[in-house]
């Protein structure tokens, strides 16, 4: 049986990139428009030039996606239906969305519009794919974070298109799971807007104490995916679309890097110069990512956070020749006059030294302007590098190549074409009619201008059409098939007609390429104001605790607590404290909490944790949060769900869940306007928590204290260990595992929002939760109290924020984070 070819998905952060994709062979590019793009920082395309962009696009036999995958407020759901609008208008391929209720509003505003699941939709089981489905989409982006085997299994279980990222950078965190930028800078990535804090060093912190990590730190920062030697299999797993990374980066990448996967999906192996053109042009280092398997001493190396490149030789030392200090270089791989180099430094890039080789010296003295693998030559980075009198022995890398771009700029001189079949006929009497169809299926018709006539010589033939047909190359088309059976035999037909009828051909073949969806009259505040909560009554109210460990539930409990959620590390250990809690006097309200990702295989984890029979479970995926109306367990949907406005809102409580807690990208004004409607009384918001910055697969307990590449081999130093990342400012991040071996870093200062209390309970919320990390039983203790009084009334908020504040002792106990309003 034959296997679909997959589709080449490149990226355009401009119009250059966007031609350098199609002149490279991509199938389709991905942009985004100048609001809603999870590439904020990209150049990214004008709306009102979309149908522009389309069409191009469409003539020259490409898709274009447009990425309106990021968060949304209330305030822009009329905003970005415009933008939706022009999408479905311009002809757009297909919308990729993150949120559910831009889904929502996607479906109703543009029906036949198709839609994909955003990688930023934490998309890593079937039934994340499933949901996706229901929600109207015909194809899921999946995590970065799934392996080969999990990618089968997740088509082994759905009937969606798969799309799977095989080039480019690589986030630490989960796509839609990263807080940091919001937390600390008040820049989300889930609004496009990154700082890459992954990409800072820190210091690791083990029991309390410094941990020498020799030159390793950058110990969040992973190498980039690539993933060319894994197409074949890929392509066996029958994945819809191959995707690369890169919005944020120049045509050179785009071109090299989608004609390595051009080459690769049409069958040929990896080419080496290829290969190595595509890393030149960026790479922080570079591997299979998570498609292999998950090896937590591979996908981060703790030495670098930025491009480096091609590794080129090592660099033994410094040498003063004809009074020029010369790096002496033992080469590995082609060097070159003219080329970018960079010598490794040590910790966070101490001594790096760069720039571009001017000269080069073998070891006879004799200038040479390339130095094959294998060779000894002593290079000058010009009169700009003054180069220390020493180096120790490092790697040396090739940052830059002048020859790279050699092949965008000549690709550039021939258009990409689409290939034609074409079919003639005609009887004498008659116009000749010619019938095109293009390999991306559009088809168009064209008459001659004048009728065919007996011939009384030199008829005319099959070849002689063919050769005037042929003639397309002012055009984006080339000749494939031509079929002229229907041409009677001995006409004649003046070869201007002929001519006139080709263009007329081509002419109309460009006029198909512009399409249109159809749109309804529903408006965006139609569905705002249509969105409503449940019949049902709201949950009960109170205030619930997040444990990690027994002591911090009993002691919240014993402060007057509504009920805990038990966060543990271990399965064993939950039910355990769920079955102590429950035999306290009077009995506990005692709600769990799974991992926040599932993967294929981990749904046992939420069948053991439901068979405990809690009184709640949080639902923290999209799988999960298609099971909760079949869940025999109240279900609250929790912060990793991401409801940002009422239509999110409404699409998480149709689904059968309880409650639901607003993400932590809301401000105060935004949290406020979301719980200031009728969803208030079915909103459990997080009043104090450390933020969770980071969740990610990779385990820095692994990497860092053993040589195990998984959970099978690493000892497990997680359940004798903590360990936190000591930032640039001094402060600690603890870092924790959960039952799926996967770590979250926590903010090192708890958020606090009990200067909102007031206006929540004004709101209709009535229910809070304080998340712990490694609280002690006497923080929990106050915790609990502070926060009872304000709910309470029996305490002012401006007091409890004092107090808070002075807990930690250097006056910054707590931080409002992402809730603090940013202009």
Same mark, same amino acid.
């Given at each position: 049986?034959?296997?679909?070819?997959?589709?080449?998905?490149?990226?355009?952060?401009?119009?250059?990139?966007?031609?350098?994709?199609?002149?490279?062979?991509?199938?389709?590019?991905?942009?985004? /428009?100048?609001?809603?793009?999870?590439?904020?920082?990209?150049?990214?395309?004008?709306?009102?030039?979309?149908?522009?962009?389309?069409?191009?696009?469409?003539?020259?036999?490409?898709?274009?996606?447009?990425?309106?995958?990021?968060?949304?407020?209330?305030?822009?759901?009329?905003?970005?239906?415009?933008?939706?609008?022009?999408?479905?208008?311009?002809?757009?391929?297909?919308?990729?969305?993150?949120?559910?209720?831009?889904?929502?509003?996607?479906?109703?505003?543009?029906?036949? /519009?198709?839609?994909?699941?955003?990688?930023?939709?934490?998309?890593?089981?079937?039934?994340?794919? /499933?949901?996706?489905?229901?929600?109207?989409?015909?194809?899921?982006?999946?995590?970065?974070?799934?392996?080969?085997?999990?990618?089968?299994?997740?088509?082994?279980?759905?009937?969606?298109?798969?799309?799977?990222?095989?080039?480019?950078?690589?986030?630490?965190?989960?796509?839609?799971?990263?807080?940091?930028?919001?937390?600390?800078?008040?820049?989300? !990535?889930?609004?496009?807007?990154?700082?890459?804090?992954?990409?800072?060093?820190?210091?690791?912190?083990?029991?309390?104490?410094?941990?020498?990590? =020799?030159?390793?730190?950058?110990?969040?920062?992973?190498?980039?995916?690539? !993933?060319?030697?894994?197409?074949?299999?890929?392509?066996?797993?029958?994945?819809?679309?191959?995707?690369?990374?890169?919005?944020?980066?120049?045509?050179?990448?785009?071109?090299?890097?989608?004609?390595?996967?051009?080459?690769?999906?049409?069958?040929?192996?990896?080419? !080496?110069?290829?290969?190595?053109?595509?890393?030149?042009?960026?790479?922080?280092?570079?591997?299979?990512?998570?498609?292999?398997?998950?090896?937590?001493?591979?996908?981060?190396?703790?030495?670098?956070?930025?491009?480096?490149?091609?590794?080129?030789?090592?660099?033994?030392?410094?040498?003063?020749?004809?009074?020029?200090?010369?790096?002496?270089?033992?080469?590995?791989?082609?060097?070159?006059?003219?080329?970018?180099?960079?010598?490794?430094? =040590?910790?966070?890039?101490?001594?790096?030294?760069?720039?571009?080789?001017?000269?080069?010296?073998?070891?006879?003295?004799?200038?040479?302007?390339?130095?094959?693998?294998?060779?000894?030559?002593?290079?000058?980075?010009?009169?700009?590098?003054?180069?220390?009198?020493?180096?120790?022995?490092?790697?040396?890398?090739?940052?830059?190549?002048?020859?790279?771009?050699?092949?965008?700029?000549?690709?550039?001189?021939?258009?990409?074409?689409?290939?034609?079949?074409?079919?003639?006929? =005609?009887?004498?009497?008659?116009?000749?009619?010619?019938?095109?169809?293009?390999?991306?299926?559009?088809?168009?018709?064209?008459?001659?201008?004048?009728?065919?006539?007996?011939?009384?010589?030199?008829?005319?033939?099959?070849?002689?059409?063919?050769?005037?047909?042929?003639?397309?190359?002012?055009?984006?088309?080339?000749?494939?098939?031509?079929?002229?059976?229907?041409?009677?035999?001995?006409?004649?037909?003046?070869?201007?007609?002929?001519?006139?009828?080709?263009?007329?051909?081509?002419?109309?073949?460009?006029?198909?390429? !512009?399409?249109?969806?159809?749109?309804?009259?529903?408006?965006?505040?139609?569905?705002?104001?249509?969105?409503?909560?449940?019949?049902?009554?709201?949950?009960?109210?109170?205030?619930?605790?997040?444990?990690?460990?027994?002591?911090?539930?009993?002691?919240?409990?014993?402060?007057?607590?509504?009920?805990?959620?038990?966060?543990?590390?271990? *399965?064993?250990?939950?039910?355990?404290?769920?079955?102590?809690?429950?035999?306290?006097?009077?009995?506990?309200?005692?709600?769990?909490?799974?991992?926040?990702?599932?993967?294929?295989?981990?749904?046992?984890?939420?069948?053991?944790?439901?068979?405990?029979?809690?009184?709640?479970?949080?639902?923290?995926? *999209?799988?999960?949060?298609?099971?909760?109306?079949?869940?025999?367990?109240?279900?609250?949907?929790?912060?990793?769900?991401?409801?940002?406005?009422?239509?999110?809102?409404?699409?998480?409580?149709?689904?059968?869940?309880?409650?639901?807690?607003?993400?932590?990208?809301?401000?105060?004004?935004?949290?406020?306007?979301?719980?200031?409607?009728?969803?208030?009384?079915?909103?459990?918001?997080?009043?104090?928590?450390?933020?969770? /910055?980071?969740?990610?697969?990779?385990?820095?307990?692994?990497?860092?204290?053993?040589?195990?590449?998984?959970?099978?081999?690493?000892?497990?130093?997680?359940?004798?260990?903590?360990?936190?990342?000591?930032?640039?400012?001094?402060?600690?991040?603890?870092?924790?595992?959960?039952?799926?071996?996967?770590?979250?870093?926590?903010?090192?200062?708890?958020?606090?929002?009990?200067?909102?209390?007031?206006?929540?309970?004004?709101?209709?919320?009535?229910?809070?939760?304080?998340?712990?990390?490694?609280?002690?039983?006497?923080?929990?203790?106050?915790?609990?109290?502070?926060?009872?009084?304000?709910?309470?009334?029996?305490?002012?908020?401006?007091?409890?924020?004092?107090?808070?504040?002075?807990?930690?002792?250097?006056?910054?106990?707590?931080?409002?984070?992402?809730?603090?309003?940013?202009?």
């Amino acid at each position: 049986m034959s296997v679909r070819r997959p589709e080449l998905l490149a990226p355009a952060g401009d119009e250059a990139s966007l031609d350098a994709a199609v002149a490279a062979g991509a199938d389709a590019v991905y942009f985004g /428009l100048k609001s809603y793009s999870a590439r904020a920082r990209a150049e990214n395309f004008d709306q009102a030039a979309l149908d522009a962009t389309m069409r191009e696009l469409h003539r020259r036999g490409r898709k274009g996606y447009v990425a309106l995958n990021t968060l949304v407020f209330d305030a822009e759901l009329g905003p970005l239906e415009a933008s939706v609008r022009a999408c479905a208008e311009a002809g757009v391929d297909a919308v990729i969305v993150q949120d559910l209720g831009v889904a929502r509003l996607v479906r109703s505003v543009a029906p036949s /519009l198709p839609l994909h699941a955003s990688t930023q939709m934490t998309c890593t089981d079937a039934g994340a794919a /499933l949901l996706a489905r229901e929600l109207g989409a015909s194809r899921v982006i999946l995590a970065r974070e799934l392996s080969l085997e999990d990618i089968a299994r997740v088509r082994a279980g759905s009937d969606l298109e798969l799309e799977v990222f095989v080039h480019g950078a690589l986030c630490v965190a989960y796509s839609g799971q990263c807080l940091t930028s919001e937390a600390i800078g008040g820049r989300s !990535a889930n609004r496009g807007a990154c700082a890459q804090a992954c990409r800072l060093p820190y210091e690791l912190m083990v029991d309390g104490e410094r941990r020498d990590t =020799g030159d390793r730190a950058y110990l969040l920062s992973p190498q980039d995916l690539e !993933a060319s030697a894994l197409v074949p299999r890929l392509v066996e797993l029958g994945v819809a679309s191959l995707k690369i990374e890169g919005r944020l980066k120049g045509p050179d990448y785009v071109f090299a890097t989608t004609r390595l996967y051009r080459e690769a999906i049409d069958g040929a192996a990896p080419d !080496a110069v290829h290969l190595a053109e595509a890393l030149q042009t960026f790479s922080r280092g570079s591997g299979p990512g998570f498609l292999g398997g998950t090896d937590h001493q591979r996908l981060v190396d703790g030495e670098t956070c930025d491009h480096r490149g091609v590794l080129a030789g090592t660099v033994r030392g410094v040498r003063d020749l004809g009074g020029r200090r010369m790096l002496d270089v033992a080469v590995t791989d082609t060097l070159r006059r003219g080329d970018g180099v960079l010598v490794q430094g =040590g910790y966070a890039g101490e001594g790096e030294v760069g720039g571009r080789v001017w000269t080069m010296r073998d070891e006879r003295g004799l200038d040479v302007e390339a130095a094959k693998p294998g060779s000894r030559v002593y290079a000058w980075l010009g009169p700009d590098r003054e180069l220390p009198r020493e180096l120790p022995e490092r790697r040396l890398f090739r940052t830059s190549s002048p020859s790279v771009g050699q092949g965008l700029e000549a690709a550039g001189r021939e258009p990409a074409r689409v290939a034609i079949d074409v079919v003639v006929a =005609g009887t004498a009497g008659a116009p000749l009619s010619l019938h095109a169809t293009a390999a991306d299926g559009r088809a168009a018709s064209a008459e001659s201008d004048v009728v065919l006539a007996p011939a009384k010589s030199a008829p005319l033939t099959a070849d002689a059409i063919e050769g005037k047909l042929g003639k397309l190359g002012e055009t984006t088309y080339e000749l494939r098939a031509l079929d002229a059976r229907g041409l009677a035999d001995g006409v004649i037909l003046p070869l201007s007609s002929l001519n006139r009828a080709r263009r007329a051909l081509t002419a109309a073949l460009d006029e198909r390429a !512009a399409r249109r969806h159809e749109t309804t009259q529903v408006r965006s505040s139609d569905l705002v104001d249509r969105a409503a909560p449940p019949d049902r009554a709201p949950p009960p109210e109170g205030l619930f605790v997040l444990a990690r460990n027994l002591p911090q539930a009993q002691a919240a409990l014993d402060a007057g607590a509504s009920g805990v959620y038990l966060d543990f590390l271990e *399965l064993v250990g939950t039910g355990a404290a769920l079955r102590a809690l429950r035999e306290r006097p009077g009995g506990a309200w005692v709600g769990v909490a799974p991992p926040r990702i599932r993967k294929p295989g981990e749904e046992k984890i939420d069948r053991y944790l439901r068979d405990l029979r809690p009184d709640a479970i949080l639902v923290r995926g *999209l799988g999960a949060l298609r099971e909760a109306a079949d869940c025999d367990v109240p279900c609250v949907g929790d912060f990793s769900l991401n409801v940002t406005n009422r239509l999110s809102a409404a699409e998480v409580l149709g689904r059968g869940v309880i409650a639901f807690t607003p993400s932590f990208d809301l401000d105060e004004s935004q949290l406020r306007a979301l719980v200031e409607s009728p969803f208030g009384p079915f909103a459990e918001v997080v009043v104090h928590h450390p933020m969770p /910055l980071f969740h990610m697969e990779h385990c820095v307990f692994a990497a860092m204290l053993s040589n195990g590449s998984d959970h099978r081999t690493c000892g497990r130093p997680c359940e004798s260990h903590t360990v936190s990342l000591r930032d640039r400012a001094g402060v600690d991040h603890p870092i924790e595992a959960d039952v799926g071996c996967r770590n979250t870093v926590f903010h090192g200062r708890a958020q606090s929002a009990v200067g909102l209390v007031p206006a929540l309970r004004a709101a209709g919320v009535r229910r809070h939760r304080i998340e712990l990390v490694r609280e002690t039983p006497g923080d929990v203790a106050e915790l609990v109290a502070t926060y009872s009084a304000v709910l309470s009334g029996a305490s002012e908020p401006g007091v409890a924020w004092r107090s808070l504040r002075a807990r930690a002792g250097d006056g910054y106990g707590v931080v409002r984070g992402s809730l603090r309003v940013i202009a």
